[in-house]
């Protein structure tokens, strides 16, 4: 497989549990953003292919660096390049994606929380670090912005994690605290969540919620405006769903917002930043 297409999943950017360049975004700045989500995207794709060998996978990887680099024919990498340099914005925080998407094909298990935190670095905080570079904020944002973007891939680990364990093999529940809990790998594959998988659930929740502490107060430093009210909705969306997985069973009921459910709880959000703009 050298073709990227023959990777795709057919997914998009409304597909995802969380906005991504919303209409709360600047209108200028949401095709940078897409072309950015394109790419991870495709990357995604290539990582998560259930028919691609991992040496096709991790070639097709090596393209779409190749073509981010410039030398190469991989369409998303090419497109993202461009706005870069149209940006005048740094290639890191895709090659650091890069790196996350690898792992996903080489490594199935995390042994711990400090694994998973380090997965996240290169998985999740980039995202946000891209965004906050396009609007030319500061980067002393980037610890509160690592704070939710990792909360919010932790929340999809813990949301799919019977389905990514049946149809990939990719556990990403860390294997010590399932056995805190008393639960196994194995526990992954029932129609139903044991008492002990329920346990380990939640307490990971807990420290999901506590990510979500230290990100708090990262929508009302942004200084563009527009964005900060889309961290605010993505922020009581991540909160939301972190308390819903304290209380439902992910391998058998749905946890993720239905649409109506996830535009009332972003408007909760955005309203609240708002709010404090006139305190």
């Not at 969540?193 to 929508?219: C, H, N, V, W, Y």
């Not at 909160?239 to 996830?262: G, I, Y």
Request: charged content about 25%; aromatic content about 6%.
């Amino acid at each position: 497989m050298t073709d990227a297409a023959a990777f795709a999943s057919g997914k998009g950017h409304r597909d995802e549990n969380f906005p991504v360049a919303s209409w709360l975004v600047r209108r200028e700045l949401r095709a940078p953003i897409l072309a950015f989500y394109r790419f991870a995207r495709a990357a995604d794709d290539v990582a998560d292919h259930p028919g691609a060998a991992p040496d096709q996978k991790l070639a097709q990887l090596a393209r779409m660096e190749a073509a981010l680099r410039g030398d190469g024919g991989n369409a998303e990498g090419m497109a993202l390049r461009a706005v870069l340099q149209a940006h005048s914005l740094t290639d890191q925080h895709a090659l650091d994606l890069l790196e996350a998407f690898r792992r996903d094909v080489t490594k199935k298990r995390y042994a711990d929380w400090a694994e998973l935190m380090d997965y996240c670095r290169y998985s999740a905080a980039p995202v946000g670090r891209f965004v906050l570079d396009l609007h030319g904020e500061a980067r002393t944002l980037w610890p509160a912005n690592d704070a939710l973007c990792t909360a919010l891939q932790v929340i999809n680990h813990l949301q799919d994690c019977g389905k990514d364990h049946r149809a990939l093999d990719r556990v990403y529940i860390p294997l010590d605290a399932l056995a805190a809990q008393g639960a196994a790998v194995d526990d992954l594959a029932a129609t139903c969540a044991s008492p002990a998988l329920l346990r380990t659930i939640e307490a990971l929740a807990g420290r999901t919620a506590d990510l979500l502490g230290q990100s708090r107060g990262f929508a009302p430093a942004i200084a563009d405006r527009r964005l900060a009210l889309e961290v605010g909705a993505i922020q009581a969306l991540a909160e939301d769903l972190t308390t819903r997985l304290t209380r439902r069973d992910p391998l058998s009921q749905r946890v993720h917002h239905r649409p109506v459910e996830a535009a009332g709880v972003s408007l909760r959000g955005a309203f609240k930043v708002a709010i404090g703009w006139l305190g």
